[in-house]
């Protein structure tokens, strides 16, 4: 299943067919509890409202004890930071080309943003894997969905302008 979506993600548009996506599988229990206990290291200093509820919870807040955790990561650019943007771009697009083949596969997906925030700890990189090299764009967890949650609703689309 995993290498279905991955195959799913490496068809996402990319610009100048560059291809920038470099993944990074993690089925290690012991791993994600870690890049969950260290993503929690950094909230506990975030002024924001749940930082402290969600730093301080016994249980795995964070990556919700998922089975499998994947970075998508891109080559670093340092002398061309807008490269790197356009990596993250492509990375994105790859990332929603994932969740939808997970999705047609009946697993759950959710985008770690929090653990977004590691993406320049060194210590922590290297120990999931990533070069020094390459910089992590998106991390998202993946597993069986152990409920379906109701349907949201949404706002209707936003037209600015619609010009004919
Ligand atoms: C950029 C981004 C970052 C997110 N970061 C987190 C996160 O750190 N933790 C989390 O539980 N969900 C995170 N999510 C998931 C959203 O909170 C939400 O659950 C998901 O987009 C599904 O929304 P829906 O229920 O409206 O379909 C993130 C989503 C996006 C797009």
New binding site residues.
Partial sequence: MIDQILEAGVWAPTAMANEPWRFIIIENKDLIKYVSDETKKFIANMNYPAAQRIATAKEDTICYNAPVLILICTEKDDQHPRNEQISLLDCVLATENMFLKAHELGLGT??????SALADNRTVMRKLGAPDNCRMMVPFVLGYPTEI?PT?TRQKPNILKWIK
Avoid: A
Wanted: aromatic share 24%; hydrophobic share 40%.
């Fill in positions: 959710c985008y770690m943003g929090f653990v949650p949201k």
